[in-house]
């Protein structure tokens, strides 16, 4: 027995069955619509997902908060804005002071771990940085301020004949030794004076 007549044997006993040829097209053109109308609808909804994702990409990393904190003494509303990357965090602190002026405050950095490796800083270090803040303030009265959490204090007379000025700021058991230089910059540690000689 040859190939053909194999085929026709296996197919000899199939039938066609009996319907309609015109209502199974009318039915497949259907399909064809109603798949239309579904593809619309899953591509404008993964286009709505994917647009979601990038917005949400663009601000990952981002952390945004209402906190308080010391500002010239007092304790203040703030808003803290945190951007992270893998390399390094940056943050702005925006604030309104009494006089209803706004300020805003940037900064940022890493920290390094016991092994020398940089790694970016974590929202309680920037806290913790932002709380132990010192600020000087140079008044157009020609008073000097030095502001430490809750301490405020007048250093005008203070300076030494020199230009230099070294305070202790305290807050309850939290000590800071400040040094003011002539030249208006200042550093802050919470161990000791720092003079030029260090």
Known sequence: MTDKEKYKRTFA???????DLEENAMNKRK???????????????????????AAYAADIG?????????????QTDAVLDIQQSENSTEYTLKYTDENGEEHEIEGGGVAYDRFGGERPLTEEEIMENIDED?????????????????????????FDEDGYCY?????????MYLTVEPNRN????????????D
């Open 134 to 158: 010192v600020n000087v303030e140079y008044r157009d009265d020609g008073t000097v301020w030095a502001y430490y959490k809750g301490c405020k204090m007048d250093i005008t007379d203070k």
């Open 186 to 197: 200042y550093c802050v540690s919470s161990e000791k004076f720092i003079t030029s000689d």
């Open 31 to 53: 399909g064809i619509r109603i798949s239309k109308k579904v593809i619309t609808v899953c591509a404008a909804a993964a286009i709505a997902a994917a647009m979601s994702a």
């Open 13 to 19: 006993v199939l039938h066609a069955s009996e319907f």
């Open 167 to 175: 305070v202790q700021l305290k807050d309850g058991d939290d000590v």
């Open 62 to 74: 981002n952390i945004q908060r209402k906190v308080q904190v010391w500002r010239n003494g007092d």
